[in-house]
């Protein structure tokens, strides 16, 4: 089809309705979902969802690592914080049960099921810099992209900048500590492995489907990220969640203080 023309690039396009991608958000998401998508290797995503919603990532090829940012809607300035995650819960390692915080000493996101164990909180994302000395390019538009760069982009959509950006978290590629203090990549655990993240704040999502900065291999290797999203409850008193801890415990109680006291629960 001839697209020389203005009438023969408007056919063009029209003619792509319903044309399908490995690679592509389902638009609208099937019913039962309010988020439904697959993110290619080296792409990224972002939504806003509502308190209670159940975020579903798998990684259906064994070769998807996700790096994530929370963020409270319309309230950017409260954001998952890496370090305080680790400290308060007196744990570097995430699983089912684990909470991500905010520096508001607030839950964010509850890991609610996790079938992989096989997950980074300390060594975020790639760099621009360290992925063109690895691979030759680390621009969001290249071959290689960087998560740093592809988070820039997903941050912009929703008013935000690189300033608002802290260190992220990455499920589906791990990372142990040695007793000399050094960083052991173990990588995968399996195709098909899967989390289910429950957001206990409304919230900005931003993620990034990219190598781990650890990653061994020469090349730049990246499976595809499966997303799904669907409505659900917060946690509430008598969960065994909220009652894992004493951490668990305050954690909830400020994020419930918090949220009522705004009118948002």
């Keep these: 089809m001839a697209t020389g023309t203005t009438y023969g690039a408007r056919d063009h396009a029209r003619a792509q309705e319903g044309a399908r991608a490995e690679a592509m958000p389902v638009v609208p998401a099937p019913e039962g979902l309010v988020w439904a998508e697959t993110v290619a290797g080296g792409g990224y995503t972002h939504r806003t969802l509502a308190r209670g919603t159940e975020l579903r990532l798998a990684d259906p090829t064994g070769d998807a690592c996700a790096h994530l940012l929370l963020f409270a809607r319309d309230r950017p300035w409260e954001r998952l914080n890496a370090a305080d995650t680790v400290k308060v819960q007196w744990n570097a390692y995430l699983g089912a049960g684990r909470l991500l915080l905010s520096d508001q000493g607030r839950v964010l996101a509850s890991l609610v099921s996790d079938t992989s164990g096989r997950h980074d909180t300390l060594c975020g994302t790639s760099t621009v810099v360290r992925n063109t000395a690895r691979y030759g390019d680390g621009s969001p538009q290249g071959p290689s992209p960087a998560g740093r760069a592809l988070f820039e982009l997903a941050a912009a959509k929703h008013g935000l900048t690189r300033r608002d950006l802290p260190p992220s978290i990455s499920f589906f590629k791990g990372v142990r500590v040695e007793p000399d203090g050094s960083l052991e990549f173990t990588g995968s655990a399996a195709p098909g492995a899967t989390v289910t993240l429950r957001a206990e704040q409304p919230l900005t999502v931003l993620l990034a489907n990219v190598p781990h900065p650890?990653?061994?291999?020469?090349?730049?290797?990246?499976?595809?990220?499966?997303?799904?999203?669907?409505?659900?409850?917060?946690?509430?008193p008598g969960d065994p969640l909220w009652d894992d801890t004493p951490e668990s415990r305050r954690a909830f109680a400020n994020t419930a203080e918090f949220l009522t006291a705004g009118g948002l629960a």
């Design 214 to 236: 650890l990653d061994p291999r020469a090349a730049y290797t990246c499976g595809v990220l499966d997303v799904r999203a669907r409505p659900g409850r917060p946690t509430g």
